[in-house]
């Protein structure tokens, strides 16, 4: 008996071990709050209203996890908390519930034989929305001269990064049958140093963080191998040390190809950067246009899947000696996404993760009150502007934000006159003054147990 008991008691502790510091059970933003969709359809004057969606839940509704089988199980409708659309040339107006139960490995493995990443989901950021690779489906077809949807030649096929950029929204996503998903890293097109999609000068611009060099990146999701997906920068050395810089892809654009000439059965290439509507086949525009580039003594270039093996604030040497394979949201000097973008164009790991429908029996619902997540607002960095103002006060998180957040504006004494919420995988909040007087105010930000106070002034 006495065996039976010890056995039990160490079974359990392994149980909560694996539930408290493995990040693929902690790492989702869990939707504890109601918090639900919001989207535009047109393009109207600034500042636009969104539309509400009462029964589009956002984040993630719930994660179970079984050390038994080996996976973890992520609940989702697969909305996003910041606002989406709208959707310019798009056959979807709106996203849709997705109503998924997504199974991710516990354990991830290299793969024997790696596999191309496909169209649809190939992985899901940790507010529960997909992640799509590069492509579009839209390949060339000689015979027609022309791209086409699935029954191209597949010889030249499309980026769709570049194809589709004018139909995405502000946070550089849009939905494929109802189904709203990023190619690309998830931050606001107006947050990079050089926009090239001005759709955010319609609405107040949003998306799940805001790219900050001096920090390392958070980690924003999981790809379909299990591996973790983090944004641009980290530390120089693998091993978790070092200053903080950009994670370089290793992907270029063709030499052989020069302006005026023809792509072997393929299009001509245009001069000029490519463009997406009308079509622009510069260099860029298909996936093809870019080749491999080895760099071997530089641990900030990426290898082949667009990642490498290293330890991270998530995965630190003193857990994991031998460091996990990371992928990152690759992106320019400019902040503009760079080729492969996130995953690709193969799956570092094996690829066992789906969308399986349904939480399986014998599962254990993961309990966030033993997590090691110490976030609290005391380690945020806020960023208040413009400031003084007249009309419209935006408040953005440099740190992406994984609990939600009360915002306050009070008065010279002590009144509150104007309260909102800061959600939760959002990186923007907006307090739109033209109801309130000229004068001093404070804008509290609070969680439960902390708070911060800047000064902003009204002047109309």
Avoid at 214 to 223: E, K, Q, R, T
Avoid at 365 to 393: G, R
Wanted: contains cysteine; proline residues 8%; aromatic residues 12%.
């Amino acid at each position: 008996m006495r065996k039976l008991t010890l056995l039990l008691i160490i079974t359990a502790n392994c149980a909560v071990l694996a539930q408290t510091t493995n990040p693929i059970i902690t790492s989702w933003l869990r939707n504890t709050t109601g918090i639900t969709g919001r989207h535009y359809l047109t393009t109207t004057s600034l500042p636009a209203t969104p539309i509400n969606d009462p029964t589009l839940f956002a984040n993630v509704q719930a994660v179970n996890y079984s050390t038994a089988d080996g996976y973890v199980y992520v609940s989702t409708d697969g909305i996003p908390a910041y606002v989406s659309g709208p959707f310019a040339q798009n056959p979807s107006p709106v996203a849709t519930e997705r109503n998924a139960v997504f199974r991710f490995p516990l354990i991830p493995k290299p793969a024997t034989n790696p596999t191309n990443t496909t169209g649809g989901n190939i992985g899901v950021f940790i507010n529960g929305v997909a992640l799509f690779d590069y492509g579009d489906a839209f390949s060339w077809k000689a015979s027609t001269s022309g791209d086409v949807m699935m029954g191209g030649d597949r010889n030249w096929n499309r980026d769709a990064v570049v194809a589709e950029r004018t139909g995405f929204d502000c946070s550089k996503a849009h939905p494929a049958g109802g189904n709203y998903h990023h190619h690309q890293n998830p931050s606001a097109f107006n947050l990079d140093l050089v926009v090239v999609n001005n759709i955010c000068n319609n609405y107040a611009s949003d998306g799940l963080y805001v790219i900050n060099p001096a920090v390392h990146s958070p980690l924003i999701g999981f790809a379909y191998d299990g591996y973790p997906i983090y944004g641009p920068y980290a530390y120089t050395n693998t091993n978790g040390t070092g200053e903080i810089t950009r994670m370089k892809s290793s992907y270029s654009l063709r030499t052989d190809l020069p302006v005026g000439s023809t792509r072997p059965n393929g299009p001509v290439v245009a001069a000029g950067p490519p463009a997406g509507n009308p079509p622009n086949r510069g260099l860029g525009y298909y996936r093809e246009d870019y080749v491999y580039v080895d760099h071997p003594n530089d641990p900030t270039y990426l290898n082949s899947y667009n990642g490498r093996v290293c330890n991270t604030p998530e995965y630190p040497e003193s857990l994991y000696p031998q460091g996990i394979f990371c992928y990152y949201a690759t992106v320019d000097a400019n902040h503009n996404s760079a080729y492969p973008y996130v995953v690709g164009p193969k799956f570092y790991g094996e690829k066992v993760a789906s969308n399986v429908g349904a939480v399986p029996d014998g599962t254990t619902l993961y309990n966030p009150a033993l997590n090691t997540n110490d976030f609290t607002i005391s380690k945020l960095d806020f960023k208040v502007f413009p400031n003084p103002t007249a009309d419209l006060i935006t408040i953005q998180s440099v740190s992406l934000l994984t609990n939600d957040l009360k915002l306050e504006m009070i008065d010279e004494l002590g009144k509150i006159v104007l309260s909102k919420t800061f959600y939760q995988g959002s990186s923007t909040c907006y307090i739109e003054t033209d109801t309130i007087y000229n004068g001093i105010y404070f804008i509290k930000i609070s969680d439960m147990e902390n708070s911060k106070k800047i000064k902003v002034i009204i002047n109309k």
